[in-house]
């Protein structure tokens, strides 16, 4: 639809955690912004039209910015957890703290989701 290409990655016996979290983190061929914008094509076009009208936004800039906001907010709890494991973890943090960070973090989304153990975070990160 959008001429983006990816490639899909089987897992096998004897893969790390770390290549299977990748794995899962591969799932989904679409990226989340594309998803949203399938969902909602033109439903926020008041929301556009004031951000062209008081930022230096173009329109097609302004476009990006509320699709991206949306996809941000669109993100499943899990989708939430694999991706911020991998950005705390690409800054240097090490397991223990990533996942108490994660903890801390989940109930100040829009919509929080259950408490979570941090067995779970680590299910949903690891498998």
Known sequence: MFGIETTR???TKGHSARNRAGFLQSR???PQY????EHRPSSHDDLVDHL???TALQRGEAVRVVLDVLAYFDETTEE???RRH???QSGGAVNAEIFERIAAELPHRAVAPPELSLRQLRRMVYG
């Open 28 to 30: 989904s061929s679409t």
């Open 52 to 54: 062209v009208r008081s």
């Open 80 to 82: 939430f957890v694999r």
């Open 86 to 88: 991998r950005e705390l």
């Open 34 to 37: 594309l998803r949203v914008l």
């Open 9 to 11: 990655i089987t897992p």
